[in-house]
């Protein structure tokens, strides 16, 4: 063989070679795609303080993007498409994870927010029918209308003597109030700010959830919490403070159960009712996991309750024509006059009155499009899959869906998506029309669940 036909020889089998790897890479890449990188868990700490608007900014651009960690990936979407998969589709391989339950048990334990599996359905299903008794919504109703008054009567007196508030503070105080009425069946009376033992359990309330929220940004807390220093030594004086007053009332409660007749005892409030199945299965509910329970369902409705009241009033100041608008349609359909007093007023809120005020319902919403109470929902991926757009995720990962930067994408709510526009809620006879749930994600699209 001659120089030349080596060399074409060579040529001809380093081609194929070439051809041979090129074919092998478009194929693994094609097995294998995965959202594009547009940073890591170091700019989550950056951007900590304006972290949703981050998350918007990128989700602008990808629909679904993804930031590298340690030891898996972060994954963020406002795909409703995605959100219907991991929520409804395959929901069984998302969840909770060993990942969050980690971040979330010493304050949350093994409740509903915390846990996956047998102990989440157990919860859901204990929670579902005791919410569905008549008794339970009418002493919840009660206890919301009359901490309502209250809290009129507080602004009122302020606003008559031109006195600045923090509206959102007494927003937090007023349904921590209300929640732990609900939960407890106690008075923990924080909005008059003389119970010292309330005002140190909400105090510890509201640092150990900003703790525990920190944990998810600081890759050392295992190591402060293993030597008892900084961020988590402070969570865990928060955490026994919690826990004594929390204790401290099952005791009482199932103490006072006790010295009655289960059928005489109204069991109005959630650890009544609870004590009151405790009989029933003594192994599962024991007294940590009615703390655990109940400390959870304060916190799915304290702070929800008052960020959205909060941003809800914002919005008011912002378009002083809805308060026109809203004052109108609730006077309507309460039939209430300028003269009655506030108690008075509550008094008529029944669900009938309720179920007219179409267009608080709408600007509720819309509020909680712009401001969702809970900006991001993550879940832990169970084993391999593959999401709708043929984006591959891995064991471990993370993928959490964005209802914060889903109410701010154009290409769900059009070219206004940033404008605040209850109408967008409302047909042309004025009467609220719900959205799909996995493109108003506010409520986690629960009802898809249910």
Known sequence: ????????????????????CLHTFIKAATKRRHPPVTGSIFHQLYYFSTVHDYHTDLAARFKTFRLFAPTHSLIYTVDPAVVEYILRTNYANYGKGSYNHENLKDFLGDGIFAVDGEKWRHQRKLASYEFSTKNLRDFSSDVFRSNAARLSLIISKAANSNQAMDIQDLFMRSTLDSIFKVGFGDDLDTLSGLSEEGNSFAKAFDDSSDLILWR?????????RFLGIGSEAELKKNIRVIDGFAYKLIHRKTQSMSEQQNDTMKKEDILSRFLAEKKKDPKNLNDKYLRDIILNFITAGRDTTAVTLSWFFYMLCKHPSLQEKLAREIKEATKANDSISIAEFTSMLTEEALEKMQYLHAAL???LRIYPAVPEDPKICFSDD???????VKKGDMVCFLPYSMGRMKFLWGVDAGVFRPERWLDENGVFQPENPFKFTAFQACSSLT
Do not use: H, N, Q
């Not at 063989?1 to 041979?20: E, K, N, P, V, W």
């Not at 593959?386 to 591959?392: A, R, S, V």
């Open 1 to 20: 063989m001659d120089f030349l036909s080596f060399r074409y020889s060579i040529t001809l089998i380093a081609t194929a070679i070439a051809c041979l």
């Open 216 to 224: 998810y940004v600081d890759i050392f807390w295992k190591i402060k």
């Open 365 to 367: 919403t819309e509020t």
């Open 386 to 392: 593959t999401l709708p757009g043929g984006f591959d």
